[in-house]
């Protein structure tokens, strides 16, 4: 395992929306190496189902909600080459 894979990167989105979750997540995970896995913590309902969406959309692989946080949480691991979105809007794919 290397560095990236043994230390999760934690991203506290609070109580933010997914859409403003979305535009901070992706302004980070554009700054980590592949393999990194990141946990989000999100208490937006919508979270379960966009975030795996934006996975398949960008092509970082979601790994499913995270257990030990005291709100809800979910994994993903960046990708090796992710397909770029919308800076303002990072469910729509870049042109």
Do not use: K
Request: charged residues 20%; glycine residues 8%; contains cysteine.
């Amino acid at each position: 395992m290397n560095d990236a894979e043994e230390r999760p990167v934690v991203v506290d989105g609070g109580d933010r929306s997914c859409v403003r979750l979305l535009l901070e997540l992706r302004g980070r995970v554009q700054e980590l190496p592949p393999g990194t896995v990141v946990h989000l913590i999100a208490t937006d309902p919508a979270a379960p189902l966009d975030l795996p969406a934006w996975c398949h959309l960008t092509g970082h692989t979601y790994l499913g909600p995270v257990h030990g946080f005291d709100r809800s949480a979910y994994g993903l691991r960046v990708a090796q080459a992710p397909r770029a979105t919308r800076p303002d809007a990072p469910w729509h794919p870049a042109v």
